[in-house]
């Protein structure tokens, strides 16, 4: 999937949050986007999942205009071909691993219970369907979520600070996870970072500021 911001533009009221934001990313690729606090990293990737409104410029997938689409458009263009990983894991507490992972099968009315397992497998949590998400470390949690984000085999991957609660050494793992995953589906990841480690794994970087974005 394709993805082109062009000249994009975000206001609460008269702060601006960013201004003049344009960007592509191909289809495979890789893209990190690093920037200070308060810059509007995640409200950015809210807008390229169509999560949030903007106020000026526009947002592709594959070519189709999120900005002429209604709510319900958005999120049926979501289901099939985005995945987002959030920093806070948003698993469902009341769902065992497994469930929490085939959720977006179940909302495209599918069932593959062994694409679960594998997928749980490939991010190593093999063994761990069964358990309930207060079981599992934090590390585990967003491997879940990195699960959960791919296997649907969208196009397009958005990830929100995914390794920032983690230690070192659980972050780079979470990461190698992740990497692998988006490589092995030849899916596109956009990657929101504070972390200079995380950002020095991707294609390109980009440097969004409040007068745009650089790389």
Known sequence: MSL????L???YGDLAVFSHVSLQVAPGEFVAIV???GVGKSTLLNCMAGLDSWDAGSVSLDGVDLGTLSDDQ???LRREKVGFVFQAFHVLPHLDVAQNVALPLLLLGQHDDARVQAMLAAVGL???GARLPQQLSGGQLQRVAIARAL???PSLLLADEPTGNLDP???ARVMDALVAQTREHGAALVLVTHSETAAARADRV???SSEGITG
């Not at 082109?4 to 000249?7: G, H, R, T, Y």
């Open 206 to 208: 980009l440097h969004l």
């Open 4 to 7: 082109i911001v062009q000249n």
């Open 151 to 153: 296997i649907h085999r």
């Open 126 to 128: 093999a063994g761990l």
């Open 35 to 37: 920037g200070e606090s």
């Open 74 to 76: 958005r999120a049926l």
């Open 9 to 11: 533009g975000k206001h």
């Open 169 to 171: 050494t659980t972050a």
